[in-house]
């Protein structure tokens, strides 16, 4: 699911560098996402944010879960393999932002692409 995206350059400056990084720092996200016009910036950004939103989301109802007598102490013990695994996930998609790719996130870049 790799689209080899150019940016309309043809390279990346230091300045959509800076921008692809922060594309992927939670809500900071919202930087490159207001202020650049790079559309490659842009659809970073916007899968970013929408990593983030999914994150939130998804930390809220854990949370809830986790009051579950028994069961929450179960799930608590899987939340920091997932935390990982999400940071391992912005890591990849800084690194491929960087090189250039359009790396699509499995079910975040769907959400992404219907706003």
Known sequence: MNEPDSPST???????TIML???????????????????????HAKQGLTLTGAWIVFSICWSFLVAI???GWLLLLLMPFLSLAVLALV?????????????????IADLAEKW
């Open 69 to 71: 007598p028994l069961v």
């Open 21 to 43: 990084i922060l594309a992927y720092f939670g809500p900071l996200a919202l930087i490159p996402y207001l202020t650049d016009q790079n559309d490659y910036v842009k659809w």
């Open 10 to 16: 043809g390279s990346s400056s230091s300045g959509d």
């Open 91 to 107: 890591i990849v998609a800084i690194v491929k932002a960087i090189n250039g790719e359009r790396w699509r996130m499995p079910l």
